[in-house]
């Protein structure tokens, strides 16, 4: 049986990894909206097709980076502070990308509770792992081109407009539940607008939330829990994705590819989850951790499956989460 890691710590590196900041917390959310904006004016001050590329990936990269913030939020993790964090968590990372802090806490604490078991709400995000090649760059296709995520917000949309008779309460419903998203979107056009670049919204903001967002989405929920080790051991059925500077700027934000960690020691805030993983490496847990060298590693267990076998078939299931992470 592979050990505890709370029995490998020592007290002190406990109370240090359970430590919050708010001073830490406000820079990470700022550090966010600020890549963000100067990734914006780099492609208006020196437009061309290779800035623009450039652009998306790098916003859409943050987009990615606020939901990992709101999913720290989630654990109460971001902030010190419970209402900055609750607030902050909300406002200006969950909301702006379509995620609700409220609806998404419960689901996931209920994925903690019961990873890669029957119970897990995100087990339909692992349980089809492998997949063929095919499939896999099928999807790929859906998410750069935008189809997967304006077709998940539109099954967002219809599951919150309920099955009300009167069509009136339906989009009642569906204000109700998508009411901050759109005021937040509302308030980025507003701010890119007074700019004087209207377009940028569009163009560099909703064009990278349904594209590469999703694109990355896609990797880190198959490097997080699919073809793991064993599904019933604390160690195994959590991956940790060792990476680089450059995949932490295009896909891993905010030490997102720390995984295991954060489930092992889920009070631990996302920047210190570097330091918890030299922590129990030191205490020679390596050996019994689920541990990839890169998610290039990860994707070529993930898509190991022969073309033609049992199964091997293409379309997704609707994901019933309260949030596009």
């Known amino acids: 049986?592979?050990?505890?890691?709370?029995?490998?710590?020592?007290?002190?590196?406990?109370?240090?990894l359970r430590e919050r900041s708010d001073i830490m917390g406000a820079w990470l959310v700022l550090h966010?909206?600020?890549?963000?904006?100067?990734?914006?004016?780099?492609?208006?001050?020196w437009p061309n097709p290779l800035s623009f590329l450039v652009a998306v990936v790098i916003i859409g990269n943050r987009q990615l980076g606020l939901a990992i913030l709101m999913h720290d939020a989630a654990h109460r993790a971001l902030f010190k502070n419970t209402g900055l964090n609750d607030s902050l968590g909300a406002f200006l990372c969950g909301w702006p990308v379509g995620a609700s802090l409220?609806?998404?806490?419960?689901?996931?604490?209920?994925?903690?509770?019961?990873?890669?078991?029957k119970d897990d709400p995100d087990l339909i995000l692992s349980a089809p792992f492998p997949i063929t090649k095919q499939s896999f760059w099928r999807k790929m296709r859906r998410d750069i081109l935008g189809i997967t995520g304006v077709q998940r917000r539109l099954e967002f949309f219809r599951q919150e407009m309920g099955n009300d008779p009167s069509t009136w309460q339906r989009w009642k419903n569906l204000f109700n539940a998508e009411k901050y998203f759109l005021l937040s979107n509302l308030a980025i056009f507003g701010v890119i607008t007074a700019a004087g670049v209207w377009w940028a919204y569009f163009a560099l903001w909703l064009l990278p939330l349904l594209t590469w967002y999703q694109v990355i989405s896609r990797v880190r929920n198959i490097a997080e829990h699919a073809v793991v080790g064993d599904n019933d051991d604390r160690l195994r059925n959590t991956r940790t994705t060792r990476t680089h500077w450059f995949m932490r700027l295009v896909v891993a934000p905010y030490w997102v590819n720390y995984h295991l960690e954060h489930h092992l020691l889920v009070f631990?805030?996302?920047?210190?989850?570097?330091?918890?993983?030299?922590?129990?490496?030191?205490?020679?847990?390596?050996?019994?951790?689920?541990?990839?060298n890169g998610y290039l590693?990860?994707?070529?267990?993930?898509?190991?499956k022969i073309a033609g076998g049992p199964g091997d078939a293409d379309k997704?299931?609707?994901?019933?989460?309260?949030?596009?992470i």
């Open 102 to 117: 409220h609806l998404y806490r419960p689901y996931h604490l209920s994925h903690h509770r019961h990873t890669q078991q």
């Open 316 to 324: 997704e299931k609707p994901r019933k989460s309260p949030a596009m």
């Open 268 to 292: 631990t805030p996302c920047w210190k989850l570097p330091a918890a993983h030299r922590m129990l490496v030191e205490q020679g847990m390596a050996p019994h951790m689920e541990l990839a």
């Open 1 to 16: 049986m592979s050990p505890a890691p709370q029995h490998v710590l020592s007290a002190e590196q406990d109370a240090y």
């Open 297 to 304: 590693e990860v994707l070529r267990k993930a898509t190991a």
């Open 32 to 45: 966010a909206w600020g890549v963000i904006a100067l990734t914006m004016a780099m492609f208006v001050f």
